[in-house]
Nanobody, 124 residues
């Protein structure tokens, strides 16, 4: 079992930055690929970024490439999402997720464990 707790969300102006953190419980964190997904009101949950168990391999959805960076610290059981140049369309609840297989994936059905989410609101 893995428990995930996100933090770092908030209200920011367009062009600003936020760093989300996701703290994981369990000694097997380093074996899991991790992903960040987001869900805006009235929309389906969508993939944002993912990282392999080692941190070597990452994936991003096109709309965040060049602006968001996913990283992890296995010694701290934590995955991060650095978000720069934020836009109003980035407004959503952001969720981290853990995948038992160590390679990053974009489909939410590939992930077994989910956090409760943290809200990000970008004002124009």
């Amino acid at each position: 079992q893995v428990q995930l707790v996100e933090s770092g969300g908030g209200l920011v102006q367009a062009g600003g930055s936020l760093r989300l953190s996701c703290a994981a419980s369990g000694r097997t964190f380093s074996m899991y690929a991790m992903g960040w997904f987001r869900q805006a009101p009235g929309k389906e949950r969508e993939f944002a970024a993912a990282i392999s168990w080692s941190g070597v391999s990452t994936k991003y959805t096109d709309s965040v490439k060049g602006r968001f960076t996913i990283s992890r610290d296995n010694a701290k059981n934590t995955v991060y999402l650095q978000m720069n140049s934020l836009k109003p369309e980035d407004t959503a609840a952001y969720y981290c997720a853990a995948r038992i297989l160590g390679t990053p994936a974009t489909d939410p059905w590939e992930y077994s464990y989910w956090g409760q989410g943290t809200q990000v609101t970008v004002s124009s």
